[in-house]
């Protein structure tokens, strides 16, 4: 996994190994891949809001976005089998491109707060939220919703991040 940050100051104690764990174990879960990156952008609100506003056409502010490589459907990673790997690859390192998340740092404060759940638990969940949409996943209808939302769960417990633990 590639991670870049924004941030001029430390973000969080154990934001990238977290990043990294949560990956990996939403990866897994799917049957898994060996040679992929993510490229993970924590950034500040102006930078997120412009994203926001040349991306999706929404001027505000966001906590986090995702940008897929690849058209997956719910963590089927078969359609890769058929890709030309030329077109899904970091041409410096041979990965498997999955896509990009970007994170605005003062979100996870914030919603943290609002949620009673501490800074790493939210970013954790923002970090398995992007990932998930990489692989596929989406909320657009309520059956898409509870699937994506029962496979954060999951991904979550399993590495023991919850709301009472974090």
């Known amino acids: 996994m590639v991670l870049y940050s924004e941030c001029e100051e430390d973000f969080l104690p154990d ?22 990156s993510v490229n993970l952008y924590i950034v500040d609100d102006e930078t997120i809001r412009e994203t926001n506003r040349d991306t999706r056409g929404i001027d505000s502010v966001t906590d986090v976005l995702s940008f897929p490589n690849l058209e997956l459907y719910e963590g089927d990673l078969s359609p890769i089998d058929d890709m030309d790997r030329s077109d899904i690859s970091d041409p410096e390192t041979g990965e498997i491109l999955l896509g990009e ?18 800074p790493l638990r939210e970013y954790a969940f923002l970090v398995t939220h992007s990932i998930l949409h990489l692989l596929g996943y989406d909320h657009m209808e309520d059956e898409e919703r509870e699937r994506m939302e029962k496979k954060q769960k999951e991904i979550l417990e399993e590495l023991g991040i919850t709301r009472e633990r974090s």
Do not use: P, W
């Open 15 to 36: 934001y990238e190994k977290t990043a990294k764990e949560v990956i990996e174990k939403a990866v897994e879960k799917h049957g898994g891949l060996k040679d992929y």
């Open 101 to 118: 998340i970007m994170i605005c740092k003062n979100r996870v404060f914030e919603q943290a707060e609002e949620y009673g759940h501490s």
